[in-house]
């Protein structure tokens, strides 16, 4: 409860006068004094039963476009207000917005003038969650005032916070600006190609290419200075690990030898390459990126924090990639034109009408544009798509044609401790060293 | 015509009020009630699209009321309701017949006051009762919103 201006002043000249009254025992003062303070007295006990009629009869009911939703997206919400005013007393009721979320836009508080009715409000307002997990919203914020006094209450009832928000993971959906550009990065290692950036300058020695050397630093220190091109080489690959479901069983050792593959992959990734980027996704849903990550351990204790089966809000059920159908009908049109046996035409027409049916009515899944918009924020040449291929693989089919789309060279390395031959490192390691050599 | 303003209303009545204790008592300084009431007149109208316009009657008032007590404190009692009654118009809380149930209780609590002023010799004893029953007061009141807070708000 905070004294308004006008109180604090009355309670001042109040007190300045009891004080009068003690000192000079005058009973008249006292009897100014007393006055005024039982005044202000009397108006608290007024304004305290007045709020509480007020906050008993505040009622909410929100409700959401949609729940759950993936952390990043915009989410609508529709709340009603009802409550009683009262006369000589301002109202503002403020909706309040569940914890890590940013207000987009739409008003979320009313603040309403003295009226004893009872009244209505309707709050449309959108969200963004910027945290995944189940969040239930603050509740509702009254704020009270009178000429004399004002008081704010925070109602956090089961009532007033439902309903709960449940936010899914999702990608990266903010796109920053890469600090490495074009199709090549510069590096300080050797290298028999030359960059375009000045990594030096030093003096010349016998045998150096005379190119090479810088004139204008020459001249100024009159001796001869040759400038140390950086190296090029290419973008490291992404690492994406294709982690399983875990709502059935799946094959421990495989999925150990993934973990060790990958952590493998990693630490060769950054030892090369300086950096390295990790994408880890279970089955059509983004769980996290590891966006060029420079220190080693920090990249594994990512991983072993993720590296584990997880829950897939999203399944695909063998959904199939729009291009591939397209694809698949061109062939059948090329069949029916060639053939002319009735039976196989009938055949061909069947199953090209189905797989109209499903372009027809299947829309591109959101997974596709948040991979693409995941990949947008990375440059690389190769990518390294990690599975164990148990269960519905259909996912990957649709990772790949992102990656393919942007001319971007794709190695799957679907981890099978039964099959013989070498392991996914090995064959990364001996890519590498032959792209190097 | 247009109907007299509450808080008017009720300075004429403290006005009359006021000048028939004065020719009563036949105060010496009979003249100084007449200041005090012309001060709160001036203020009524100054202040008459001022914020905080309680304030001011409030300070303007006072003085008049420990004039007036200082004459018989049952006359002090009487600039005191009619105070409140000017203040209370002034504020637009004299505008229903419910409006005037703290107008009647605050009286009410101005003539225990008065009563217990009236009892005691010195200033000390009525302090310590008002001053006793104001903090049972707000302490029970602190118990209630505690409870109050708890039961919406959790904290």
Known sequence: MLLRRCTQGLSLISLLLISCALILDDMAVLLAGGTLAMGILGQYLLFDNRLREIVTSVEIRRSLNRNPVRKGTTLQVASTITFRGSSRMHIQVEDLLPPNTILVDGVISVTTSPDPSSQTHQFNYRIIPVIHGTHHFSGLSVHVRNIFFEDTITLTRESDREPVLSVQPSGLFAAPVSDVSGGTMDSRKMSVWKGVDIHSLREYTIGDDLSHVDWKISAKHDKIFIRKYSGVMSHPPLIIVDLPWNGMPYPEKDFNRMVSDVTGMVKHTIQTYQYVSVLLISGPNILHLIREEKNISRCISALQEWMHPAERFVHFYRMPDRSDLRSHVRDIENVLQQTTDTRTLAFYELLRDRYLTILQYQRAPAFSGQVARTLSQLLMSDAYLFSLGCGDSSHIRHVVRQLQSRKIRVHIRIVDATLSGTSSIRAYLADTRGVRS | ?155
Request: hydrophobic share 55%; net charge positive; glycine share 10%.
């Open chain 2, 1 to 155: 015509m247009k109907p007299l303003l509450p808080e008017y209303l009720f300075f004429i009545a403290l006005a009359a009020g006021v000048t028939g204790i004065t020719l009563l008592a036949g105060s010496p300084v009979w003249y100084l009630n007449v200041i005090l009431l012309t001060l709160l007149l001036g203020i009524m109208v100054i202040t008459r699209t001022w914020h905080d316009r309680g304030f001011y009657l409030v300070c303007g008032g006072e003085p008049l009321v420990v004039a007036c007590s200082t004459i018989n404190l049952w006359a002090g009692l009487f600039t005191v309701c009619m105070l409140a009654g000017i203040v209370y118009g002034a504020l637009g809380l004299c505008e229903s017949r419910q409006d005037l149930r703290p107008f009647v209780l605050f009286c009410g609590s101005s003539f225990f006051i008065v009563l217990v002023i009236q009892l005691s010799n010195h200033v000390l004893l009525p302090l310590l009762i008002l001053g006793s029953i104001t903090a049972i007061i707000l302490a029970i009141q602190s118990v209630r919103a505690y409870q109050f807070r708890k039961l919406y708000s959790g904290a």
